[in-house]
């Protein structure tokens, strides 16, 4: 059985030979070391892939059905490809060329009606909408704007990784705070312990990566009240606000007191199943937004306006689309599920989102690191160990949490049903 690096933690020799070429003189780790070791990533000093790629390439050489990375098989519709493809083709708009830095003026007009239409949210698309390569590089441009050494970040975990991986390259400090089975809600009373003068930053995370939990308004607003309380700034990452099955998705934003707190990012990926695209966008008061583009327009400037314009137009007629979305995704959601449960799993249901995770020790397997090269080989289906979405180390989720796997559902029914086939030979991996 193999042992991924991204779910191993920091490895004793984790600040690498001294002779390493990038090696500063007074033994400080540079920062793509610490970066790559906030995510696990170390393993005796050599920086390793994400888990979602390790997991991915794990897939592909056994043959094993990938319910790891949160990667639809199926492209989003043809419509919005096309329109991409046509700007590509024909350059109108200058399509091939720098878009403005901001994003498309027709791309911050569209988030702006879509938050106005959605959610009753009124953002000035010229001051209050920032176009950026994916959520991802809202995330990083966010953190690396806003906080620096000395401060520190806090966010519920498991966690989507960068947040812990980008706070380290901005070289503030990283808490966790621990979302428990079996319901993963987030406690508003363990925020507020975890909160302390150095804290400049809470990540809120709704809909929830990994566990699909999305938090009522009233649960909202006590996390927002205590932000509010400690005087902290709110990055809140809504990429599934679209892929909610049970309820409805409630911007933090939208929480009385958040407002002039809050950056929200979302993106078009997950909602449009057009993860490749990275188009996404970092909505907020006018000043924080400024505050974040002065880093943006550093990391990428900007991102490529035939996917922009493109992605305009999904959101302003893409409802359609998102409802029949929402129910093939709940439908593959409830087929997972059922599968899991017969394969001796008692699965969380997941309101929204992506993924389900599980715990594998009631089918004996207690390190859900060490049992994926198994899991692919002998089951032939591969997950993300949700240790790999937390802190590394002893005394965190990634102990906690270590008999733990996630498993994506973004898949085509057959391939649903194909996992769920293979699932039924859990029992037997811990056997050997
Ligand atoms: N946030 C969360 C919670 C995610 O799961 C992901 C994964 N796609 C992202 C952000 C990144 O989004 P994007 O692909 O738009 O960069
Ligand atoms: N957000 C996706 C997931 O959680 C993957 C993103 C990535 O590969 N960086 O699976």
Redesign the pocket.
């Known amino acids: 059985m193999g042992t991924t690096a991204a779910a191993r933690g920091p490895q004793p020799d984790d600040t690498g030979p001294t002779r390493h070429p990038t090696a500063r003189r007074d033994g400080r780790p540079e920062p793509w070391r610490r970066t790559a070791a906030a995510a696990g990533l170390l393993a005796g000093g050599v920086p390793t892939p994400?888990v979602?790629?390790a997991m991915?390439a794990l897939a592909a050489r056994h043959g094993a059905v990938n319910l790891?990375?949160?990667?639809p098989d199926e492209d989003g519709p043809a419509w919005i490809r096309d329109r991409a493809a046509e700007a590509i083709r024909t350059g109108a708009d200058r399509s091939n060329q720098y878009a403005p830095g901001l994003g498309l003026p027709v791309l911050r007009q569209a988030v702006s009606a879509h938050q106005r239409r959605h959610y009753g949210l009124e953002l000035d698309p010229d001051r209050q909408v920032l176009v950026t390569t994916g959520a991802?590089e809202g995330i990083a441009a966010t953190l690396l704007a806003l906080v620096g050494p000395g401060d520190e970040v806090v966010a519920f975990e498991p966690y989507?990784?960068?947040y812990a991986a980008m706070t380290a390259l901005a070289g503030a400090r990283f808490t966790a705070v621990p979302l428990r089975p079996p319901h993963f809600l987030p406690d508003p009373e363990a925020l507020e312990r975890a909160l302390g003068p150095d804290t400049r930053m809470v990540v809120l995370n709704t809909p929830h990566?990994?566990t699909g939990v999305v938090p009522d308004p009233a649960l909202l607003g006590r996390l927002v009240e205590v932000c509010v309380r400690h005087g902290v700034l709110i990055l809140s990452d809504e990429?599934y606000e679209h892929l909610v099955y049970d309820g409805r998705h409630h911007p933090v934003s939208a929480v009385p007191g958040a407002w002039e707190r809050t950056l929200t990012v979302s993106s078009a990926g997950?909602s449009f199943s057009l993860?490749g695209w990275k188009v996404g966008w970092v909505t907020g008061p006018a000043e924080l937004v400024a505050a974040v583009r002065a880093v943006k327009q550093f990391l990428t400037y900007s991102t490529g306006p035939a996917y922009q314009s493109a992605i305009a137009e999904a959101l302003s007629d893409g409802d359609v689309f998102l409802a029949g979305q929402r129910d093939r995704l709940r439908a593959a959601r409830d087929r997972l599920l059922s599968g899991l449960g017969a394969a001796g799993l008692d699965p969380v249901v997941p309101a929204a989102g992506?993924?389900t995770v599980t715990d594998l020790s009631a089918v004996g397997l207690d390190d859900a690191a060490a049992a994926t090269e198994a899991l692919a080989a002998r089951a032939g289906v591969v997950g993300?160990p949700v240790s790999a979405?937390c802190t590394p180390g002893a005394g965190t989720g990634a102990h906690r949490l270590r008999s733990w796997m996630?498993w994506?559902f973004c898949k085509p029914m057959d391939t649903i049903e194909d996992a769920v086939r293979r699932l039924a030979a859990l029992p037997t991996v811990s056997a050997d």
């Not at 790891?68 to 990667?71: E, I, M, T, V, Y």
């Open positions: 994400t979602f790629e991915t790891g990375q949160g990667s991802t989507y990784d960068s990566n990994p990429v997950k993860t992506y993924f993300i979405l996630r994506a």
